[in-house]
């Protein structure tokens, strides 16, 4: 039993991780999909500024 036990903690200590990766990647893309929206608003107004 002390193996399967074992065995069935790492399976579910890996899942936890792996879903935690996958929710902080989609994080860390649609903050930078956020931060790049933000700088081309930025850079178009400075391009009208300047002309």
Do not use: F, H, P
């Not at 036990?5 to 991780?17: D, H, K, P, R, V």
């Not at 649609?30 to 790049?36: A, D, E, L, S, T």
Request: overall charge positive.
């Amino acid at each position: 039993m002390g193996i399967l036990e074992t065995l069935a903690i790492s399976l579910g200590t890996g899942l936890a991780s792996s879903l935690a990766t996958i929710a902080a990647l989609k994080t860390e893309v649609r903050w930078i999909k956020q931060v790049q929206e933000d700088q081309e608003k930025r850079i178009r107004y400075l391009e009208k500024k300047i002309n």
